[in-house]
């Protein structure tokens, strides 16, 4: 008895000290498959031909504000709030901005703030907010998808769907009440603390198959989110330099690919797309109808005069062909030694009026 009660609380000791490595190596990294306060979408298309519908879901027993922004990608913005009850999912259409249960604000078609680029692709962020819009809270129930149709010349549609990346609150108390850190900035720290949200990776992952391959019809399209992003009225824009290493089936690396980047960016894996290095894409140089991308931000002087920053991104990769296009939020790895962050203009509180002398 004493030998089987010894294995016992060896059994024990070792189940807790196991479950004690668990809680301190638990996921601080933003991915698709968890719910959050804050989501990010990387890819919204509503060029010719193209629309591109936005569903987002409260999964808790009570209400909750969002509060959201669109950002082309010459960094004209539009934003708007919206009420979510408990258990609703609200989806729109991001052109017209036509919704049900309500209509929201459309995209930015048209606004350019002359950053290069298209005015009808970019990027949407939400985030929970209090009910008078003034602070974010933390409010771990949030996702949401994004379906991107195509209709052809021919009238055929067709689409690609892909999960918002999502960033926990690092708080183990929701409250749709009590602003979460200061007003008006989000810190992509992956550590807890008040207004600490979930790191971004270190990079991400993207599986293609090569543009040139004969017959095939086939590309792949990236789009990019920075992990600094500046919402506010009075932004200021930041850089990075997208580095593009690609390994073939037999192992081989091949380096040199880059892109310069804004805070939202999307490019094709082809020869002309890519900035510098994009034969590095094609089946001519990999020799092989299978490959993978690591997509990282760096600070580099190749993209002067811009000044870039390294900085964590998320990311989607849409693989089309002519059977139709799928698409992906992207594998990553790592924690992003940079800490980003989404900062933004809360709404100010009605003001006193002076007292009277």
Same mark, same amino acid.
């Given at each position: 008895?004493?030998?089987?009660?010894?294995?016992?609380?060896?059994?024990?000791?070792?189940?807790?000290?196991?479950?004690?490595?668990?809680?301190?190596?638990?996921?601080?990294?933003?991915?698709?498959?968890?719910?959050?306060?804050?989501?990010?979408?990387?890819?919204?298309?509503?060029?010719?031909?193209?629309?591109?519908?936005?569903?987002?879901?409260?999964?808790?027993?009570?209400?909750?504000?969002?509060?959201?922004?669109?950002?082309?990608?010459?960094?004209?913005?539009?934003?708007?709030?919206?009420?979510?009850?408990?258990?609703?999912?609200?989806?729109?259409?991001?052109?017209?901005?036509?919704?049900?249960?309500?209509?929201?604000?459309? &995209?930015?078609?048209?606004?350019?703030? #002359?950053? /290069?680029? +298209? =005015?009808? %692709? $970019?990027?949407?962020? !939400? *985030?929970?907010?209090?009910?008078?819009?003034?602070?974010?809270?933390?409010?771990?129930?949030?996702?949401?998808?994004?379906?991107?149709?195509?209709?052809?010349?021919?009238?055929?549609?067709?689409?690609?769907?892909?999960?918002?990346?999502?960033?926990?609150?690092?708080?183990?108390?929701?409250?749709?009440?009590?602003?979460?850190?200061?007003?008006?900035?989000?810190?992509?720290?992956?550590?807890?603390?008040?207004?600490?949200?979930?790191?971004?990776?270190?990079?991400?992952?993207?599986? &293609?198959?090569?543009?040139?391959?004969? #017959?095939? /019809?086939? +590309? =792949?399209? %990236? $789009?990019?989110?920075? !992990? *600094?992003?500046?919402?506010?009225?009075?932004?200021?824009?930041?850089?990075?330099?997208?580095?593009?290493?690609?390994?073939?089936?037999?192992?081989?690396?091949?380096?040199?690919?880059?892109?310069?980047?804004?805070?939202?960016?999307?490019?094709?894996?082809?020869?002309?797309?890519?900035?510098?290095?994009?034969?590095?894409?094609?089946?001519?140089?990999?020799?092989?109808?299978?490959?993978?991308?690591?997509?990282?931000?760096?600070?580099?002087?190749?993209?002067?005069?811009?000044?870039?920053?390294?900085?964590?991104?998320?990311?989607?990769?849409?693989? +089309?062909?002519?059977? $139709?296009?799928?698409?992906?939020?992207?594998?990553?790895?790592?924690?992003?030694?940079?800490?980003?962050?989404?900062?933004?203009?809360?709404?100010?509180?009605?003001?006193?009026?002076?007292?009277?002398?």
């Amino acid at each position: 008895m004493q030998r089987t009660w010894k294995t016992v609380t060896t059994g024990v000791a070792l189940t807790i000290a196991l479950s004690a490595s668990a809680a301190l190596a638990a996921q601080n990294v933003a991915n698709a498959s968890q719910k959050g306060s804050l989501l990010m979408f990387p890819l919204i298309d509503v060029s010719s031909g193209y629309r591109t519908v936005i569903r987002i879901a409260n999964d808790a027993g009570a209400g909750i504000s969002v509060k959201c922004y669109y950002m082309n990608q010459t960094k004209g913005r539009n934003d708007f709030v919206f009420r979510l009850t408990p258990k609703q999912a609200a989806t729109w259409d991001v052109r017209s901005g036509v919704g049900d249960p309500t209509s929201m604000n459309p &995209f930015p078609v048209g606004f350019d703030d #002359g950053y /290069g680029g +298209s =005015t009808e %692709i $970019g990027e949407l962020i !939400c *985030f929970a907010v209090n009910l008078s819009g003034e602070a974010q809270v933390a409010w771990n129930h949030l996702s949401g998808t994004a379906t991107v149709y195509h209709i052809d010349d021919s009238e055929n549609a067709n689409a690609y769907e892909y999960n918002s990346w999502n960033f926990t609150a690092r708080t183990t108390v929701n409250n749709n009440s009590r602003p979460f850190g200061v007003a008006g900035q989000l810190d992509l720290s992956g550590t807890d603390g008040p207004g600490q949200y979930d790191a971004c990776p270190l990079y991400n992952i993207v599986h &293609f198959t090569p543009t040139d391959i004969r #017959g095939s /019809g086939n +590309s =792949t399209r %990236i $789009g990019v989110s920075s !992990c *600094f992003q500046d919402l506010r009225q009075d932004y200021t824009p930041t850089f990075t330099k997208l580095n593009l290493p690609v390994w073939n089936a037999q192992e081989v690396a091949f380096t040199g690919a880059y892109e310069c980047a804004d805070s939202t960016h999307s490019f094709e894996l082809s020869v002309r797309d890519i900035d510098k290095g994009g034969a590095n894409t094609s089946y001519q140089a990999l020799g092989t109808e299978t490959a993978q991308m690591q997509i990282r931000g760096v600070a580099s002087s190749q993209c002067a005069p811009l000044i870039t920053v390294a900085t964590g991104l998320v990311a989607v990769a849409v693989s +089309s062909s002519s059977a $139709g296009a799928t698409a992906v939020t992207t594998n990553h790895a790592g924690v992003s030694p940079v800490i980003g962050s989404v900062k933004w203009d809360p709404f100010d509180t009605t003001p006193t009026s002076p007292s009277s002398r």
